[in-house]
Each structure stands twice: as structure tokens, then as C-alpha cells.
């Protein structure tokens, strides 16, 4: 049973910064993509960023240049820093992963909510 399980979320102003984490239930390594998601009120899911086994990271635009993504492969977790956040970041963030193979994100953890005041 494959789990994922997001922390770290809260309530943050203006300018602040937030620590997400997603604890996986087995090795980051084994993954094709680990990504950060996010689905803000009325809005559709969004890739927010996304590393691959081999290390390539990918960023949105919105966050490039604040948000980074990264991961401990000893404690099988990946990372979301986000700094300079704006009102625009509130959203749930979900972590996802992507089997070797797979054309799709597999596997999905509940979520953690990210509000942001101005």
C-alpha cells in the first residue's frame, strides 16, 4: 500500500514562508516524478513543481524563483520550500508520485492547506 502523507501547510502572511513535506511509504528513488501540486478555491489542479528520479526539476512560472523542491532519499521525503508568498499561493498542496512506466501521477496524498493573508 503505497502512502503519501503531506505536512506543513498553515496560515502564513504576505511575504512569509512555509515548509511543506511529503513522507513516502517507500523509496523516493523508485519513482519516475515526485511533483507538488496545488488546487486553489474555484481553480483547477496545477503541476507546481516536479523533480525525477534523475534529478531534472521542474517549476511553474508562477513560483520560479521562490518555491524549490527538494528531497531526502534517507527519510524518503520530498520538500516544498516556498518563500515570498503571495495571496494567490492559498491552496491545498498535494503531493503526488509516478511509477517507473506509468504516463501519470499514480498516486496521490490527502493534502495540506496553504492560506495566505494580505
Known amino acids: 500500500q503505497v502512502q503519501l502523507v503531506e505536512s506543513g501547510g498553515g496560515l502564513v502572511q504576505a511575504g512569509g514562508s512555509l515548509s511543506l513535506s511529503c513522507a513516502t511509504s517507500?523509496?523516493?528513488?523508485?519513482?519516475?516524478?515526485i511533483g507538488w501540486f496545488r488546487q486553489g478555491p474555484g481553480k483547477e489542479r496545477e503541476l507546481v513543481a516536479q523533480?525525477?528520479?534523475?534529478?531534472?526539476?521542474y517549476y511553474a512560472d508562477p513560483v520560479m524563483g521562490r518555491f524549490t523542491i527538494s528531497g531526502d532519499s534517507a527519510k524518503n521525503t520530498v520538500y516544498l520550500q516556498m518563500n515570498s508568498l503571495k495571496p494567490e499561493d492559498t491552496a491545498v498542496y498535494l503531493c503526488?508520485?509516478?511509477?517507473?512506466?506509468?504516463?501519470?501521477?499514480?498516486?496521490w496524498g490527502q493534502g495540506t492547506q496553504v492560506t495566505v493573508s494580505a
Open positions: 517507500g523509496r523516493t528513488s523508485v519513482w519516475r516524478f
Open positions: 503526488a508520485a509516478q511509477k517507473t512506466g506509468s504516463v501519470r501521477y499514480d498516486y
Open positions: 523533480r525525477s528520479s534523475g534529478g531534472t526539476i
